[in-house]
């Protein structure tokens, strides 16, 4: 009976270290992506008119091939309310289970050197 309950408790406390593991890789997972702003991959989104908006609120959808602080490319689509300035370079902050969570526009000077790289530096 004694060891019954001692092999509950240990299963619990695994199931409770793996759920804390679980949300702190969701929470604090986080990368930073650089791409630059091509309007002729931006796509308009549509409301279906639906009670839930599975949009985020969000109007325009890009989807645009970016790159980590090693120059490591990766496709990421992200949402904005306005279609964003072409040619901008901007700062994706991406977590691995929610995607993109946050960008901000960017000038090509704070780019990390391995994407510089791979965008041509605007002329002045």
Do not use: H
């Not at 759920?19 to 990368?31: E, V």
């Not at 308009?44 to 120059?71: A, R, T």
């Not at 691995?96 to 704070?110: I, L, P, R, T």
Request: net charge positive.
């Amino acid at each position: 009976m004694k060891s019954k309950k001692i092999i509950g408790i240990g299963i619990t406390a695994v199931i409770i270290a793996v759920i804390a593991c679980f949300g702190i890789k969701f929470y604090s997972d986080a990368g930073y992506y650089y791409t630059q702003i091509d309007n002729s991959k931006v796509e308009q989104i549509q409301s279906n008119g639906g009670v839930i908006d599975f949009s985020g609120g969000m109007s325009y959808s890009y989807e645009l091939v970016s790159y980590n602080e090693k120059g490591k490319p990766k496709t990421v689509k992200f949402g904005t309310e306005k279609e964003l300035k072409e040619g901008a370079f901007i700062c994706l902050t991406v977590k691995s289970v929610q995607g993109v969570v946050d960008w901000k526009e960017v000038q090509y000077n704070e780019l990390p050197q391995e994407v510089q790289v791979r965008f041509t530096a605007p002329q002045k």
